[in-house]
């Protein structure tokens, strides 16, 4: 499966990335409670975050809303699974604990636009690299992976914000299972995302976009 050397690649590149503690380009806002992951206005898959696209999955910079530039997310499903985009975000020291809102924007086309599944892989105490276990169905061992699955049926743009603690493990192979963002005694901290698409219909297609991929701070926790 192509999605698989997807993953393979994330196991060549986030190893050396994380243990090199090279610097990704954005950093959390410590001022506005927020991490941007990415808000696209770099224009480029390559620049500011490096993004991947796995399978099935197209991708196209587009106009954004009041942005300059929104990520374009189509492609044609195979028994519904289409395919999608990730990118690294672990950071020697990173630690993204005081965040419990993941947010973006997503652009709708109507009722048949897909679904989507947020993937956030988080290296286990101890246990910081992913990598994965053939025998296991690619399953990254001691990694979580934790997801958040959404329906996008509407048309325009819609702000989504999703509460972390709704997240859940999906990754049999990993070792807690409790979301600890934080780069502890050889811990990863956030690896990586991933934004899973897949259609309404065995062989249908999805059409969206994306913008504003964010970690947030809650303003009740703010407070
Ligand atoms: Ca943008
Ligand atoms: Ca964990």
């Known amino acids: ?18 243990c090199q503690g090279s610097l990704p380009p954005k950093s959390p806002d410590a001022s506005i409670g927020k991490f941007v992951i990415d808000n696209f206005e770099s224009g480029d898959f390559k620049k500011g975050r490096d993004w991947w696209t796995f399978d099935r999955a197209t991708t196209k910079f587009i106009a954004g809303n009041n942005s300059r530039y929104a990520l374009e997310l189509k492609g044609d499903a195979h028994d519904w699974y289409v395919g999608g985009v990730g990118t690294y975000l672990a950071q020697k020291g990173q630690d993204l604990s005081r965040y419990d809102l993941f947010e973006m924007d997503v ?9 989507l599944k947020i993937e956030m892989y988080q290296g286990t105490k101890g246990k910081g ?20 699955n ?8 819609k702000h989504i914000s999703a509460p ?6 999906d990754n049999p192979e990993a070792r807690d299972t409790v979301w600890n963002p934080k780069p502890v005694n050889g811990s990863g901290g956030l690896l990586q995302i991933q934004i899973v ?8 297609r999805i059409a969206m976009a994306l913008d504003n991929v964010e970690l947030k701070e809650s303003e009740h926790k703010r407070k």
């Open 107 to 115: 652009y709708g086309t109507g009722p048949d636009s897909g679904s």
């Open 150 to 157: 959404m329906k996008v049926d509407w048309k325009g743009w």
């Open 164 to 169: 972390i603690m709704e997240f859940v493990n």
């Open 1 to 18: 499966m192509k999605r698989s050397l997807a993953i393979l690649a994330v196991l060549l590149a986030v190893f050396p990335a994380y």
């Open 197 to 204: 698409a897949a259609a309404g219909s065995r062989s249908g």
């Open 129 to 148: 690299v992913l990598y994965e276990n053939p025998k296991k169905g690619y399953d990254p061992k001691y990694v979580d992976r934790f997801v958040y």
